[in-house]
């Protein structure tokens, strides 16, 4: 499956309908899904937070962050955090689709992917205030035998409006990467992009029943 196949897959989530989902009341963020061709086949731009980070401190995650005073939301606020984190050219890529938004449990934000596409590797730099490491994770990697892996937990803190109440069960997912554990609102991101891509009779399923991918 090559750049072209994926688009054509991804043709249903486009930018209007992620941000029909998105409370105006609630504050706000975007990441960039960065779709590239690479040496194994198509592959994601991911980062390693820096370790003297406030918060998820070397963890995986995408480019990405809250909305500010004169961005165009959400592609804007996802092309500048990425200029600021891994100095993405903006004129290099070309949004493509946006993912389910995802309010995160721990702050309450609602969190919009937006999906980019470009046919080269992109040059990339890590701002080493917010970035440890630069990461290119290819499909064929998040596709292999025993890299993916689903808990199922227990929510008992106070942030997220969302839960019906204390003892909520959600799924956590996780993908094994190189020594590195990629889990939480990234790979919930991830396993809805895999999902559509490669089984979209699944999703089409999913989103017909009372569980939603990214709520």
Not at 70 to 77: A, E, L, M
Not at 140 to 169: F, I, M, N, V
């Amino acid at each position: 499956m090559d750049l072209d196949d994926i688009a054509q897959r991804l043709t249903q989530m486009s930018i209007d309908r992620a941000m029909s989902m998105v409370a105006q009341s609630r504050q706000r963020s975007a990441v960039a899904v960065v779709l590239s061709q690479g040496r194994r086949g198509p592959e994601l731009l991911l980062t390693r937070r820096a370790w003297h980070m406030r918060t998820h401190r070397g963890e995986i995650a995408f480019p990405g962050g809250g909305e500010e005073d004169g961005d165009v939301f959400p592609v804007g606020t996802a092309l500048r955090e990425a200029c600021e984190e891994v100095a993405l050219d903006p004129g290099s890529v070309e949004p493509i689709a946006a993912l389910d938004p995802m309010v995160t449990f721990t702050s309450d934000k609602a969190v919009v992917p937006i999906v980019f596409e470009t046919d080269q590797r992109p040059s990339v730099v890590a701002s080493p205030d917010e970035v440890d490491a630069i990461l290119q994770v290819s499909f064929a990697d998040l596709l292999e035998e025993g890299c993916y892996r689903q808990e199922l937990w227990t929510w008992s803190g106070s942030t997220l409006r969302d839960a019906p109440e204390a003892g909520y069960q959600h799924p956590v997912h996780f993908f094994e990467l190189y020594g590195d554990t990629l889990w939480g609102a990234t790979a919930s991101m991830i396993n809805q992009l895999l999902t559509v891509v490669f089984a979209p009779e699944a999703f089409e399923e999913l989103m017909r029943g009372p569980e939603h991918f990214g709520r």
